[in-house]
């Protein structure tokens, strides 16, 4: 995981309320959906009208994975202004549990035996 330091980085700041009520829209219709589904037609929409405007580097929208929190986008065109800080190495493991009535049935050969 890096900590990345942004700075002069203009972006379109969805997430501030008043903005969300200038344009007619609540927080909850951009967090619905996920990937292609038509729920994301909405977020789809504004970043590819914000995108192509030169003077805007990225944007900031509400996260729908943790509610409440924050999503900073930033366009390639705003890499440049953007360095990596602190780094750390994170380290994931899928160790998937078997289910308790699972365990007992995983080795039949092993019934009756002390």
Same mark, same amino acid.
């Given at each position: 995981m890096s900590e990345l @330091? %942004? $700075?002069g980085l203009p972006v379109v700041d969805i997430v501030n309320e008043l903005a969300l009520d200038h344009v +007619? @829209? !609540?927080r909850e219709q951009l967090i619905g +959906?996920?990937?292609f589904d038509p729920e994301t037609d909405l977020c789809r /929409? #504004? /970043? /590819? $009208?914000v995108r192509p405007r030169p003077a805007v580097c990225g944007l900031l929208v509400p996260s729908a994975a943790l509610p409440g929190a924050d999503v900073l986008v930033i366009f390639p065109a705003g890499f440049r202004r %953007? !360095? #990596?800080g602190a780094q750390q190495l994170v380290a994931l %493991? %899928?160790?998937p549990q078997p289910e308790p009535d699972q365990e007992a049935a995983a080795d039949p050969d092993d019934e009756g035996r002390t």
């Open positions: @330091l %942004v $700075e +007619g @829209l !609540r +959906g996920y990937d /929409a #504004i /970043a /590819a $009208e %953007v !360095r #990596i %493991v %899928v160790s």
